[in-house]
């Protein structure tokens, strides 16, 4: 799970999906993608990851994997102006979405390919402690009026994965 979005009740969730016959690896990525995820609202779809358990909280879909230790987001940010927000403002709003969670803290940005990436650390509490550190990255999307945000959330054993799954949703995104 997400930092920002630990302390908020999931539910499982009967999502939209096209499986495909065999999984795909994207290229250089290692992450095998099983089916695309549609949002409720159809606003935008990405890869589901071989395995991954799909839940929802706060509106927004959570992609787990089998051992928990890595997981991914898409949130959707809603904005007053299409016009397009300079990378300071975006950090600005990944931190205002998602800075609620435990210890979410911002590091490294930069741009990437359509969008910007920011690298964060953080903490995931589970009703039973102790916390465990997170790390991950955000990529932030504008389209139109709304920020599309697409964070990758690893404990520490899977944070070396963390690029691999990146590359491999945004090709699917």
Do not use: C, H
């Amino acid at each position: 799970m997400t930092p920002a979005l630990a302390t908020m009740p999931t539910e499982p969730v009967a999502q939209v999906i096209a499986q495909d016959a065999a999984p795909e690896t994207a290229p250089e990525a290692g992450l095998a993608l099983s089916g695309t995820y549609s949002d409720d609202g159809e606003r935008y779809q990405i890869g589901l990851a071989d395995g991954y358990q799909v839940t929802k909280t706060a509106g927004s879909p959570i992609f787990t994997a089998p051992d928990g230790a890595l997981a991914y987001s898409v949130v959707v940010a809603p904005l007053s102006t299409d016009t397009p927000l300079a990378d300071i403002a975006l950090v600005e709003l990944i931190q205002d979405t998602f800075g609620r969670g435990e210890g979410f803290q911002t590091q490294t940005f930069g741009p990437v390919e359509g969008g910007l990436q920011v690298n964060w650390t953080g903490n995931f509490t589970p009703a039973m402690p102790p916390s465990t550190p997170m790390t991950g990255a955000v990529v932030a999307q504008q389209r139109g009026t709304a920020a599309y945000l697409l964070m990758v959330a690893a404990q520490e054993q899977a944070a070396d994965q963390v690029p691999t799954a990146l590359s491999a949703l945004l090709s699917s995104f």
